[in-house]
């Protein structure tokens, strides 16, 4: 059986993958291991997103809480990064979101958040995994229920103190997934001066994600063209991402923003060491952009927990993924999509610009990805057949391109991506990538 906590907590089918019985064994295995690490009587912040199971996973999680002698603070429905804030800001031992992020309706997950507002560091996560196997034994004292008071407008006076301008002028349509943010993004955005349209701001907690959201950028490109709005905002279910679309409904991915808000920060002086961590799966068109810039790409593993531990390493301020996960250092110890959000659009703005112009400082190259199903995936480091062929086509496309070839973390299959300077030369490269995977790795 593979390890319980993936890297964004633990994360399966409600009702049958993630039960109630998990949730209140992880809920008391937390505050068990806190305990052993210092937290005395442990209080933990507890939200969750919009879904359905969010609901009964919840009283399993907090009576799992409560009868380890933990507390718990009640936050309710809140984007995940909130989560983090309110952590930090209650001065609590932990955070607990509940929430699948991207994923369907009929998924759920667990995360936890460390004291500081990061992601649980791994070995914390192997002790509260390890823990579920024993017996339970009650607390001499259950824990409590406690208010969370005014936290959210707390969160929410701090992206707005977050954003370099007012966006009064400036008309945004923002796509909530249906989630977690769907009351706050668009007060956020008023708060800053926005005329503001909120899509998909109705979650029933079946619609999370459904058709709609940063899955699916071109929902909130459309509204933005047939509005005539200035720019468009598309988060997740958990609002921890956020993409973008300028006027002419072009859309604005998460290199793009990284790029621009890098280069703002070091033409301000504030891009402390010079330099912008992202993973292996940015655009080649972004390295090309640092580079003409003078920043330093350092460039990590997938997934934000991986980014943030780079930036703690190398002092970066500023760091994100494709994807939209964006992480402001001195704002946030998270991706952020709201405080992303803020960041870009008063970027805009300050700059008396448009989205199209300030995205404008990176070209992004056409990129062709191809899942190939394979027998053993760990089989690809050894392949020499497979590693000829990409040799071969990174000298064909030389600086002008990218190839990334790597095994999924978690189906039998491997990822081929080719970028290049045109579409047909990435679908090309690509097909003749996967190919050979398939013919040397492929399932029997």
Not at 70 to 96: Q, R
Request: with cysteine; charged share 25%.
């Amino acid at each position: 059986m593979g390890r319980l906590f993936g890297t964004d907590g633990v994360r399966g089918l409600a009702g049958s993958e993630l039960t109630a019985e998990l949730a209140y064994g992880l809920g008391r295995a937390a505050v068990v291991v806190l305990g052993r690490h210092g937290a005395g009587r442990a209080s933990l912040v507890v939200g969750r997103d919009s879904r359905a199971s969010g609901e009964w996973l919840e009283d399993a999680l907090v009576g799992g809480i409560r009868a380890a002698g933990g507390d718990v603070i009640l936050a309710g429905v809140e984007p995940t990064p909130a989560i983090a804030f309110h952590t930090v800001d209650a001065s609590a031992s932990a955070g607990v979101v509940i929430s699948a992020s991207h994923n369907p309706p009929e998924y759920n997950g667990i995360k936890f958040f460390a004291s500081n507002g990061m992601k649980l560091p791994d070995e914390l996560e192997d002790e509260i995994e390890a823990f579920l196997s024993q017996p339970e034994v009650p607390a001499a004292s259950p824990g409590e229920v406690l208010p969370g008071g005014d936290a959210r407008e707390r969160y929410l006076e701090h992206l707005v103190g977050a954003a370099d301008a007012r966006l009064e002028g400036m008309t945004v349509v923002v796509d909530c997934a249906n989630g977690a943010a769907s009351e706050m993004a668009p007060e956020l955005l008023r708060r800053l001066g926005a005329t503001v349209h909120a899509i998909h701001a109705a979650p029933d907690g079946d619609n999370i994600n459904d058709d709609c959201g940063a899955l699916y950028p071109d929902v909130v490109a459309a509204e933005v063209v047939r509005l005539g709005a200035d720019a468009g905002v598309s988060h997740d279910g958990d609002a921890d991402r956020a993409l973008f679309a300028d006027a002419r409904g072009a859309i604005v991915d998460g290199d793009q923003v990284l790029a621009a808000c890098a280069v703002g920060l070091c033409e301000e002086g504030r891009l402390t060491g010079n330099a912008v961590v992202t993973t292996v799966m940015a655009n080649v068109g972004f390295h090309h952009a640092m580079r003409e810039a003078g920043i330093e790409v350092v460039s990590s593993k997938v997934g934000d927990r991986y980014v943030l531990e780079d930036m703690l390493r190398t002092g970066a301020v500023l760091g994100g993924e494709q994807s939209g996960h964006v992480i402001f250092r001195e704002h946030a110890t998270t991706g952020d999509g709201l405080l992303t959000a803020a960041r870009f659009l008063s970027l805009v703005a300050r700059r008396g610009s448009t989205v199209e112009e300030v995205a404008s400082v990176m070209r992004r190259y056409p990129q062709r990805m191809i899942n190939v199903e394979v027998g053993d995936r760990e089989a690809l480091e050894g392949s020499t057949e497979v590693w000829e062929a990409v040799r071969a086509v990174e000298r064909a496309l030389g600086d002008e391109g990218r190839v990334l070839v790597r095994p999924s973390g978690t189906e039998p299959l491997v990822r081929v991506m080719v970028e290049a300077e045109t579409e047909d030369l990435a679908v090309r490269h690509a097909d003749e990538l996967a190919a050979v995977v398939a013919r040397s790795l492929g399932a029997s």
